[in-house]
Nanobody
Framework: QVQLVESGGGLVQPGGSLRLSCAAS????????MGWYRQAPGESRELVAT???????NYADSVKGRFTISRDNAKNTVWLQMNSLKPADSTIYYC???????????????WGKGTLVTVSS
């Protein structure tokens, strides 16, 4: 079994910052790409940022220059530093990781349960 556990969401004022964390645990052989997605009620899930195992990053245009994704391969952990937050950033954020488990012969996508970010004065 593999689990992704997010933390760090909460309430912040516009212009403020939050740092999301996501740790992968379980029977993990290798973690490939990791990323953050977000989904508002009634809308489809959208990419926020991704990072490869060697540190190549990709960001949604809406967060470029404000959000920074990073990871620690030894800890199977990914972070999302969110600065200059806007009310439009308010939604549930989900961690994603492409993982090969021990005794598996394919890479599978895993998702966390989500963490709520609310940007409001």
């Amino acid at each position: 079994q593999v689990q992704l556990v997010e933390s760090g969401g909460g309430l912040v004022q516009p212009g403020g910052s939050l740092r999301l964390s996501c740790a992968a645990s379980g029977s993990i052989y290798t973690v490939y790409n990791m990323g953050w997605y977000r989904q508002a009620p009634g809308e489809s899930r959208e990419l926020v940022a991704t990072i490869t195992s060697i540190g190549n990053t990709n960001y949604a245009d809406s967060v470029k220059g404000r959000f920074t994704i990073s990871r620690d391969n030894a800890k199977n952990t990914v972070w999302l530093q969110m600065n200059s937050l806007k009310p439009a950033d308010s939604t549930i954020y989900y961690c994603n990781a492409a993982i090969m488990r021990y005794s598996a012969f394919a890479v599978a996508d895993y998702w966390g349960k989500g963490t709520l970010v609310t940007v409001s004065s």
